[in-house]
C-alpha cells in the first residue's frame, strides 16, 4: 500500500505565496512520475505541475514562472511552490505519485493520490 500525505494549503490575498509539501510512504518499487492537479468545483481535475524521476518538469500554461515543483527523494516528499497567487488558483490541489510497478509478467504504470487539500486565493 502507497499513502500520500499532504500538507500546506490555506487561504491568502492574490499575489500571496503558499508552499505545498507531500510525503509518501509505503512500498515504493520505482517512481516515474510526482506531481499536482487541481480540480475547482464544477471543473475537472487538472495537472498543474509534474516531475519525472529524470527531473524533467511539466508546468500547466497558467502556472509557468509562478509554481516550481521539486522533490526530496530521499524523504519521498515532493513540493510544490506556489507565488504570485491567482483567485483562478483557487482549487482542491492533489498530490499525486505515478509508480512503475513491475512483476514478472511486466511493468505498468498506476497511480496514488492525496486526499486533496484546499487553497483559497481572495481578491
Known amino acids: 500500500q502507497v499513502q500520500l500525505v499532504e500538507s500546506g494549503g490555506g487561504s491568502v490575498q492574490a499575489g500571496g505565496s503558499l508552499r505545498l509539501s507531500c510525503t509518501a510512504s509505503?512500498?515504493?518499487?520505482?517512481?516515474?512520475?510526482m506531481g499536482w492537479y487541481r480540480q475547482a468545483p464544477g471543473k475537472q481535475r487538472e495537472l498543474v505541475a509534474t516531475m519525472t524521476s529524470g527531473g524533467t518538469t511539466n508546468y500547466a500554461d497558467s502556472v509557468k514562472g509562478r509554481f516550481t515543483i521539486s522533490r526530496d527523494n530521499a524523504k519521498n516528499t515532493v513540493y510544490l511552490q506556489m507565488n504570485s497567487l491567482k483567485p483562478q488558483d483557487t482549487a482542491v490541489y492533489y498530490c499525486?505519485?505515478?509508480?512503475?510497478?513491475?512483476?514478472?509478467?511486466?511493468?505498468?504504470?498506476?497511480?496514488?493520490w492525496g486526499q486533496g487539500t484546499q487553497v483559497t486565493v481572495s481578491s
Open positions: 499525486n505519485l505515478r509508480l512503475l510497478e513491475c512483476s514478472v509478467n511486466g511493468c505498468s504504470d498506476v497511480d496514488y
Open positions: 509505503g512500498r515504493i518499487f520505482s517512481i516515474n512520475t
